[in-house]
């Protein structure tokens, strides 16, 4: 009220109140997809067919062959609050539909131009109704088969407000194609396809009722199909079940990761959601193994008593509330670390291909493609190569040097063990026995890199790395199994630093002597360290320690160290880790490529970054151009 005048409350017309409400249900062509869609599906259809212009702008179309509608019903299908999914506000406790509101159709048919047209099986024909901006029409006779067609034409021309925030055509189609795929994945049983009338850019068959029998080979299936075979290939099975709820799915390895959290895909009871709660227990499950700023792909199905979760609680439905919050999210945490636990060293097949592709440009000729051939003998194509080109005579003086035998270098303090060449194999020579894994070591690269020959390839292992992890995972046992060894420093090491770093670390001196750190302030700006962690062997304290304290400046003073263990024990593993520039023995090689294998999730460091990499001989005769 201003300037003392009377107040004056009124009701708002229908039509208004319509578009009002329709502003939390249709944010953009997207939502109205996904409106429609869900209603196919409660409709009880098998096949879904979606079509649209100009990225749903222009046009959105979606036909189903589910029990459709009679002519008595269609008018009521347009009134808000109007719906079959409810029978009393006892349902409402147990919502086992998409949809329960009746808000969809009113929402849209207020904003656009709206054409309902259905038929139920065994009706003698269809009927149509037309909703322009909130008008609605009268029933009419139509033509169409079982099922029911929803037209959807200039969407927000009611709304021109809402027509300024909508991103650009193709924008907008990659959110419905996200809303397509999410439901898709929900129901492998319904066929999906997604069309701008020139491309498809989505299409789903439903699956067959053998397949449909085993509920997770279904999953997978309809997962490969949707999302494409390198999902399926570099993801682990999730299958766990307490208190009756179960969890199942796939959980990407560590290595398989992406910069954003889109391609995470989570169902409640069959409903896509994008609830903090799941992707918060997500995050808590790969905390060990991936940075902070990349997400992982995981697509994961919770099955749960409809009357344990509350799916009213946000306007389009993609969040929910649970009545045992701590339940479900200890379900996904441990479910998920289970599953990647028994995955082993395991990375992802994209490490190597992504290798490949920089070693090769994706469209470059193979070098094999370019050589002169001259026709006869083995070559492939248009027959034998002719010989490579002769050396220059310094290339051959180079040769010459380089199959002399080498100098000694220094003793470096690690024993050197030089390959020696490997003998001609006589006829009843006994085999070699079976190469484990990862192989077996045969060369050290720049001080750093591990090259290992496997059964079918070879595998290069960034040593650091590896053993990074092997050093973080062996700290988590012994706190587990009642703490950390301790080992004493012969002279202890006094660290510089600012007043305020040492002061930060005196004051969690006792949490970090739990972690195997004994230290204790020595004057206003240093800490003098007495003992350090067993397993990181010899440790530049100094930088531990520095680590430490600017850890501890961006975690904050109120924060346990115990619910930061991941980060601290990742600071330690770090600097008690085999360094880059260290050689190497065979022996040395072969045991950290024996332990890799022994240890859980040593495919990939405590960043998410691999510590391995492995080339089939296909690959590597790819990349040659021998296939």
Same mark, same amino acid.
């Given at each position: 009220?201003?300037?003392?005048?009377?107040?004056?409350?009124?009701?708002?017309?229908?039509?208004?109140?319509?578009?009002?409400?329709?502003?939390?249900?249709?944010?953009?062509?997207?939502?109205?997809?996904?409106?429609?869609?869900?209603?196919?599906?409660?409709?009880?259809?098998?096949?879904?067919?979606?079509?649209?212009?100009?990225?749903?702008?222009?046009?959105?179309?979606?036909?189903?062959?589910?029990?459709?509608?009679?002519?008595?019903?269609?008018?009521?299908?347009?009134?808000?609050?109007?719906?079959?999914?409810?029978?009393?506000?006892?349902?409402?406790?147990?919502?086992?539909?998409?949809?329960?509101?009746?808000? =969809?159709?009113?929402?849209?048919?207020?904003?656009?131009?709206?054409?309902?047209?259905?038929?139920?099986?065994?009706?003698?024909?269809?009927?149509?109704?037309?909703?322009?901006?909130?008008?609605?029409?009268?029933?009419?006779?139509?033509?169409?088969?079982?099922?029911?067609?929803?037209?959807?034409?200039?969407?927000?021309?009611?709304?021109?407000?809402?027509?300024?925030?909508?991103?650009?055509?193709?924008?907008?189609?990659?959110?419905?194609?996200?809303?397509?795929?999410?439901?898709?994945?929900?129901?492998?049983?319904?066929?999906?396809?997604?069309?701008?009338?020139?491309?498809?850019?989505?299409?789903?068959?439903?699956?067959?009722?053998?397949?449909?029998?085993?509920?997770?080979?279904?999953?997978?299936?309809?997962?490969?199909?949707?999302?494409?075979?390198?999902?399926?290939?570099?993801?682990?099975?999730?299958? &766990?079940?307490?208190?009756?709820?179960?969890?199942?799915? @796939?959980?990407?390895?560590?290595?398989?990761?992406?910069?954003?959290?889109?391609?995470?895909?989570?169902?409640?009871?069959?409903?896509?959601?994008?609830?903090?709660?799941?992707?918060?227990?997500?995050?808590?499950?790969?905390?060990?193994?991936?940075?902070?700023?990349?997400?992982?792909?995981?697509? @994961?199905?919770?099955?749960?008593?409809?009357?344990?979760?509350?799916?009213?609680?946000?306007?389009?439905?993609?969040?929910?509330?649970?009545?045992?919050?701590?339940?479900?999210?200890?379900?996904?945490?441990?479910?998920?670390?289970?599953?990647?636990?028994?995955?082993?060293?395991? !990375?992802?097949?994209?490490?190597? =291909?992504?290798?490949?592709?920089?070693?090769?440009?994706?469209?470059?000729?193979?070098?094999?493609?370019?050589?002169?051939?001259?026709?006869?003998?083995?070559?492939?194509?248009?027959?034998?190569?002719?010989?490579?080109?002769?050396?220059?005579?310094?290339?051959?003086?180079?040769?010459?040097?380089?199959?002399?035998?080498?100098?000694?270098?220094?003793?470096?303090?690690?024993?050197?063990?030089?390959?020696?060449?490997?003998?001609?194999?006589?006829?009843?020579?006994?085999?070699?026995?079976?190469?484990?894994?990862?192989?077996?070591?045969?060369?050290?690269?720049?001080?750093?890199?591990?090259?290992?020959?496997?059964?079918?390839?070879?595998?290069?292992?960034?040593?650091?790395?590896?053993?990074?992890?092997?050093?973080?995972?062996?700290?988590?046992?012994?706190?587990?199994?009642?703490?950390?060894?301790?080992?004493?420093?012969?002279?202890?090491?006094?660290?510089?630093?600012?007043?305020?770093?040492?002061?930060?670390?005196?004051?969690?001196?006792?949490? &970090?002597?739990?972690?195997? @750190?004994?230290?204790?302030?020595?004057?206003?700006? !240093?800490?003098?360290?007495?003992?350090?962690? !067993?397993?990181?062997?010899?440790?530049?304290?100094?930088?531990?320690?520095?680590?430490?304290?600017?850890?501890?400046?961006?975690?904050?003073?109120?924060? !346990?160290?115990?619910?930061?263990?991941?980060?601290?024990?990742?600071?330690?593993?770090?600097?008690?880790?085999?360094?880059?520039?260290?050689?190497?023995?065979? =022996?040395?090689?072969?045991?950290?490529?024996?332990?890799?294998?022994?240890?859980?999730?040593?495919?990939?460091?405590?960043?998410?970054?691999?510590?391995?990499?492995?080339?089939?001989?296909?690959?590597?005769?790819?990349?040659?151009?021998?296939?």
């Amino acid at each position: 009220m201003t300037g003392g005048a009377p107040s004056v409350i009124r009701a708002l017309p229908p039509t208004l109140v319509d578009r009002i409400a329709a502003g939390e249900v249709v944010e953009r062509p997207a939502s109205a997809v996904k409106e429609l869609v869900e209603n196919a599906l409660d409709a009880g259809a098998t096949r879904i067919d979606v079509t649209l212009e100009d990225g749903g702008k222009g046009r959105i179309v979606v036909v189903d062959d589910g029990c459709g509608l009679g002519p008595e019903d269609l008018p009521l299908a347009v009134r808000r609050h109007c719906t079959s999914k409810l029978a009393d506000d006892a349902g409402l406790a147990a919502i086992r539909t998409l949809g329960f509101r009746g808000e =969809a159709l009113p929402s849209i048919g207020s904003v656009a131009r709206l054409t309902l047209t259905s038929r139920p099986p065994g009706a003698d024909g269809a009927w149509r109704l037309v909703v322009e901006g909130g008008a609605v029409g009268a029933v009419e006779p139509a033509a169409h088969p079982p099922g029911t067609r929803v037209e959807v034409r200039d969407l927000f021309f009611a709304t021109p407000a809402r027509l300024k925030f909508l991103k650009a055509a193709r924008t907008e189609q990659g959110h419905a194609v996200d809303i397509i795929k999410r439901l898709a994945l929900a129901h492998p049983e319904v066929a999906f396809t997604l069309s701008d009338g020139a491309r498809t850019p989505l299409r789903a068959p439903a699956l067959t009722a053998d397949l449909l029998d085993d509920r997770h080979g279904a999953r997978r299936a309809r997962l490969g199909a949707v999302l494409g075979r390198e999902v399926g290939e570099n993801s682990v099975a999730v299958d &766990l079940e307490r208190e009756g709820v179960r969890l199942s799915g @796939l959980a990407g390895l560590p290595t398989f990761h992406r910069a954003t959290s889109q391609d995470q895909f989570l169902f409640v009871n069959g409903r896509p959601v994008r609830d903090r709660l799941l992707q918060g227990a997500v995050r808590g499950a790969y905390q060990d193994f991936l940075a902070r700023d990349r997400h992982p792909v995981v697509v @994961l199905y919770l099955d749960i008593d409809p009357a344990a979760v509350d799916v009213n609680v946000h306007p389009a439905k993609a969040e929910v509330r649970f009545r045992d919050a701590a339940l479900v999210r200890g379900l996904i945490v441990s479910g998920i670390r289970h599953a990647l636990a028994a995955a082993g060293h395991r !990375a992802s097949t994209t490490v190597a =291909a992504g290798m490949l592709g920089r070693a090769r440009p994706e469209g470059q000729e193979p070098p094999a493609a370019r050589l002169p051939f001259a026709g006869g003998g083995g070559g492939r194509g248009g027959g034998g190569w002719s010989g490579p080109p002769r050396p220059a005579p310094d290339a051959l003086a180079a040769a010459r040097a380089w199959q002399a035998p080498a100098e000694s270098p220094p003793d470096s303090g690690f024993r050197e063990t030089a390959a020696p060449t490997p003998p001609v194999s006589e006829p009843d020579s006994d085999p070699e026995p079976e190469a484990p894994p990862l192989g077996r070591a045969r060369a050290q690269l720049h001080s750093t890199y591990i090259v290992a020959e496997t059964a079918d390839g070879l595998v290069i292992v960034d040593q650091h790395a590896a053993h990074e992890r092997l050093v973080y995972e062996r700290m988590k046992q012994a706190l587990a199994e009642g703490g950390i060894a301790r080992q004493g420093l012969l002279l202890p090491e006094v660290v510089e630093l600012d007043e305020t770093a040492a002061a930060r670390l005196v004051a969690r001196a006792e949490e &970090l002597a739990t972690l195997g @750190l004994v230290l204790e302030g020595f004057g206003p700006g !240093a800490v003098v360290v007495r003992e350090v962690p !067993a397993l990181l062997g010899h440790v530049d304290a100094a930088g531990l320690v520095r680590d430490l304290a600017d850890d501890l400046a961006e975690w904050g003073q109120t924060l !346990a160290l115990k619910d930061r263990l991941a980060d601290v024990c990742g600071t330690m593993a770090c600097h008690g880790s085999v360094r880059a520039g260290r050689r190497l023995g065979t =022996a040395e090689m072969d045991a950290l490529l024996r332990q890799m294998e022994a240890t859980p999730h040593s495919g990939q460091c405590n960043h998410g970054r691999p510590t391995y990499v492995e080339l089939r001989l296909a690959d590597i005769e790819r990349l040659f151009g021998r296939r």
